[in-house]
């Protein structure tokens, strides 16, 4: 599988772009005046404690204030390091916090939408090898190193280098890029976290809440930290300047991808190479057309994304059964890919069309299986209930990429339908009617959009007329072009 970074950089924006194969399967946005703020370290204040939600609210300098949880709050007297099978119980938050109280927190989930940012006081500062979180003792190791002598070797090396430096107090965690490393590599990750993790102390002592303590790197520079991987053929970036800090990112850190990084001075836009510009323009769209003439539709919802199969135009060639089980086959690889496209995240529910046989449905949820396992996010899926759903969920720390894009559409107010121009006229006649009865006038002026009134000249003049009769006044109408089809004002004359 090849695969490719393509890096566009300018002065308002940075966007990311992962290509598998030719196809974009990842998107990432970071604006400059609304910056993603996940991995960033705050010392806060406490502004309410909420004991009927186990949870506090905490100024961290952001428009609107921050939400913990009791269960993301570290006990003063605990060293974060209780066994994982040990029974887990939710402190009562005034035992653990207290209005005014000033708070070393790190953000786990932007502000999206209504809600403010998540929070933690369990530390944790990553590398390109490790994440280090102070105040535990434990070594853990990501479970996507599936080789148990490599998962061994990489454990024991980070144990015995800690134990070598008893100064330093944290724990760590193992990530995937650190499969294969050398020991000099994981050893100049562990250094480097200690001169930061140090450098992060000494901020939190000198700084009055709220206030910044520590921000995650530019996006550039952490999709090289996070994303490239022996396998990525080329990281092409179209800006000098970034270019320039990105290699020497690398030559300190990942200098065995040195060759792998290089600027692109082309003068076609570089995220027009492979179509990636088409692609998010569709990843907008609630339809996803499929090769075999089927689609999907996915709608995003503030509880949920719904997303829904249908064979439109494929009729298959030997039966019905058939031609489903090839329908959904080909939507559990569309529906993996857009899920990280759109960066979809928290309660997923997909409707599979029905299938019958339940080998069908084995292949069918096996293939979504093994789809999700390149998916950068943690998932977690659940079989085919007896309503044929399959129940899904993404772990959700910044917005989709429809929220980064997009706002919600003043006219319909999100809803994404109107009033149709009927009902919009029934309405001004029970409002004109609503009116005689409590003012009186000698006419009413109803000032509507264009379509209204056309129906109301058109369609609706026999009421019209009716009506007029039955209050005994005449009514004009107005155009108002700047009115949306579902405003109207009746106006006493």
């Given at each position: 599988m090849s695969e490719e970074i393509l890096i566009n950089v300018t002065p308002v924006e940075t966007r990311v772009a992962l290509v598998e194969n030719g196809m974009l399967q990842e998107a990432y946005i970071e604006r400059t005046s609304r910056k993603g703020i996940v991995g960033n370290i705050y010392k806060g204040k406490v502004v309410r404690v909420l004991p009927g939600m186990e949870a506090a609210f905490v100024d961290i300098?952001?428009?609107?204030?921050?939400?913990?949880h009791a269960s993301d709050v570290v006990p003063s007297q605990s060293n974060g390091d209780e066994p994982a099978d040990a029974p887990k119980t939710v402190p009562d938050i005034r035992s653990l916090l207290r209005e005014g109280q000033s708070l070393v927190v790190q953000v786990t989930k932007d502000p999206i939408g209504t809600k403010g940012a998540r929070l933690t006081t369990q530390l944790s500062i990553p590398s390109r090898y490790l994440v280090f979180m102070p105040g535990v003792s434990h070594v853990g190791i990501s479970q996507r190193i599936e080789d148990d002598n490599e998962r061994a070797r990489l454990?024991?090396?980070?144990?015995?280098?800690?134990?070598?430096?008893?100064?330093?107090?944290?724990?760590?965690?193992?990530?995937?890029?650190?499969?294969?490393?050398?020991?000099?590599?994981?050893?100049?990750?562990?250094?480097?976290?200690?001169?930061?993790?140090?450098?992060?102390?000494?901020?939190?002592s000198r700084v009055q809440a709220p206030a910044v303590v520590y921000q995650d790197l530019p996006l550039f520079i952490r999709t090289i930290r996070d994303l490239i991987r022996p396998q990525t053929e080329k990281v092409r970036i179209d800006s000098r300047e970034s270019h320039q800090r990105v290699m020497q990112f690398v030559d300190e850190f990942v200098s065995e991808f040195a060759d792998k990084v290089e600027y692109y001075p082309g003068e076609r836009p570089i995220f027009d190479l492979y179509s990636v510009e088409d692609e998010i323009q569709k990843a907008l769209s609630r339809k996803v057309q499929l090769k075999s003439g089927g689609y999907v539709i996915i709608d995003q919802t503030e509880a949920m994304t719904t997303i829904d199969i249908n064979t439109g135009a494929f009729v298959g060639h030997r039966n019905l059964e058939e031609t489903i089980f090839k329908t959904n086959l080909e939507a559990a690889r569309a529906i993996s890919r857009q899920l990280r496209l759109r960066n979809l995240g928290g309660?997923?529910?997909?409707?599979?069309?029905?299938?019958?046989?339940?080998?069908?449905?084995?292949?069918?949820?096996?293939?979504?299986?093994?789809?999700?396992?390149?998916?950068?996010?943690?998932?977690?899926?659940?079989?085919?209930?007896?309503?044929?759903?399959?129940?899904?969920?993404?772990?959700?720390?910044?917005?989709?990429?429809?929220?980064?894009?997009?706002?919600?559409?003043?006219i319909c107010d999100g809803r994404g339908f109107l009033k149709t121009s009927e009902t919009v006229c029934y309405e001004v006649f029970r409002e004109i009617l609503r009116v005689n009865r409590a003012y009186d006038a000698e006419s009413y002026l109803v000032m509507?959009?264009?379509s209204v009134v056309d129906r109301l000249l058109d369609e609706e003049s026999d009421n019209v007329a009716d009506l007029e009769t039955f209050i005994s006044k005449t009514i004009r109408f107005q155009v108002e072009p700047f009115y949306s089809q579902e405003q109207y004002d009746v106006v006493l004359l």
């Amino acid at each position: 599988m090849s695969e490719e970074i393509l890096i566009n950089v300018t002065p308002v924006e940075t966007r990311v772009a992962l290509v598998e194969n030719g196809m974009l399967q990842e998107a990432y946005i970071e604006r400059t005046s609304r910056k993603g703020i996940v991995g960033n370290i705050y010392k806060g204040k406490v502004v309410r404690v909420l004991p009927g939600m186990e949870a506090a609210f905490v100024d961290i300098g952001l428009e609107r204030a921050a939400f913990i949880h009791a269960s993301d709050v570290v006990p003063s007297q605990s060293n974060g390091d209780e066994p994982a099978d040990a029974p887990k119980t939710v402190p009562d938050i005034r035992s653990l916090l207290r209005e005014g109280q000033s708070l070393v927190v790190q953000v786990t989930k932007d502000p999206i939408g209504t809600k403010g940012a998540r929070l933690t006081t369990q530390l944790s500062i990553p590398s390109r090898y490790l994440v280090f979180m102070p105040g535990v003792s434990h070594v853990g190791i990501s479970q996507r190193i599936e080789d148990d002598n490599e998962r061994a070797r990489l454990k024991t090396l980070i144990e015995e280098a800690s134990a070598e430096d008893p100064d330093v107090q944290g724990g760590y965690i193992i990530r995937t890029a650190a499969e294969a490393a050398s020991p000099e590599d994981l050893i100049g990750d562990m250094i480097y976290l200690h001169r930061l993790s140090q450098s992060i102390h000494e901020r939190i002592s000198r700084v009055q809440a709220p206030a910044v303590v520590y921000q995650d790197l530019p996006l550039f520079i952490r999709t090289i930290r996070d994303l490239i991987r022996p396998q990525t053929e080329k990281v092409r970036i179209d800006s000098r300047e970034s270019h320039q800090r990105v290699m020497q990112f690398v030559d300190e850190f990942v200098s065995e991808f040195a060759d792998k990084v290089e600027y692109y001075p082309g003068e076609r836009p570089i995220f027009d190479l492979y179509s990636v510009e088409d692609e998010i323009q569709k990843a907008l769209s609630r339809k996803v057309q499929l090769k075999s003439g089927g689609y999907v539709i996915i709608d995003q919802t503030e509880a949920m994304t719904t997303i829904d199969i249908n064979t439109g135009a494929f009729v298959g060639h030997r039966n019905l059964e058939e031609t489903i089980f090839k329908t959904n086959l080909e939507a559990a690889r569309a529906i993996s890919r857009q899920l990280r496209l759109r960066n979809l995240g928290g309660i997923i529910i997909i409707d599979f069309i029905d299938m019958e046989d339940p080998e069908h449905q084995r292949q069918v949820h096996r293939m979504l299986e093994k789809m999700l396992e390149r998916d950068h996010a943690k998932t977690k899926i659940t079989g085919v209930s007896e309503l044929g759903l399959v129940e899904m969920t993404r772990k959700r720390t910044t917005e989709s990429l429809g929220q980064v894009l997009c706002e919600p559409c003043p006219i319909c107010d999100g809803r994404g339908f109107l009033k149709t121009s009927e009902t919009v006229c029934y309405e001004v006649f029970r409002e004109i009617l609503r009116v005689n009865r409590a003012y009186d006038a000698e006419s009413y002026l109803v000032m509507a959009s264009q379509s209204v009134v056309d129906r109301l000249l058109d369609e609706e003049s026999d009421n019209v007329a009716d009506l007029e009769t039955f209050i005994s006044k005449t009514i004009r109408f107005q155009v108002e072009p700047f009115y949306s089809q579902e405003q109207y004002d009746v106006v006493l004359l």
